[in-house]
């Protein structure tokens, strides 16, 4: 496969863009698909890939830190963990729909976990939101519209 280092490194970004990390993948992305050296749509699947991955290791920490918020030493205050579930019963787990966005996403996806929400569930809504940006940033990008 030619520019597998390139489609590793933009897998890892947008894998770490979904964790708590502060990062954009969508400027790895972005400048991959100005250069015209790779295929559009190997590029939206392997950022969709990594980042819909990102978010299910978020869940899967939400599902195991639900365990210890009890705890003492456990990072979030209680009060960010209660406004943080309110919002995601409020909107339901529609939010998760929201999980591409900068700042909200990642916590919702690690509320969803924390909150139990069901595994096909949640993998369906943040693949719709995971894949549905990236397209939007391969279209603009490429002038389709």
């Not at 392997?46 to 978010?55: F, T």
């Not at 919702?108 to 139990?116: C, E, P, Q, W």
């Not at 369906?124 to 939007?136: E, H, S």
Request: aromatic letters at 14%; a positive charge.
């Amino acid at each position: 496969m030619n520019h597998l280092a390139e489609y590793t490194g933009l897998f890892l970004a947008s894998f770490a863009a979904a964790t708590i990390f502060p990062f954009q993948s969508e400027v790895v992305l972005f400048g991959m698909l100005l250069t015209h050296h790779y295929s559009t749509a190997m590029l939206v699947v392997v950022a969709s890939l990594g980042n819909i991955l990102g978010s299910c290791a978020n869940w899967g920490m939400g599902r195991l830190l639900a365990a210890f918020e009890d705890r003492p030493w456990f990072p979030v205050k209680r009060t960010k963990i209660a406004r943080a579930e309110r919002w995601y019963h409020h909107y339901g787990r529609w939010s998760l729909l929201l999980s591409w966005a900068p700042i909200v996403g990642d916590p919702l996806t690690i509320v969803a976990g924390v909150l139990k929400e069901p595994f096909p569930i949640f993998l369906a809504l943040v693949t719709i939101a995971k894949v549905g940006r990236y397209v939007a940033v391969a279209a603009i990008t490429q002038g389709w519209f």
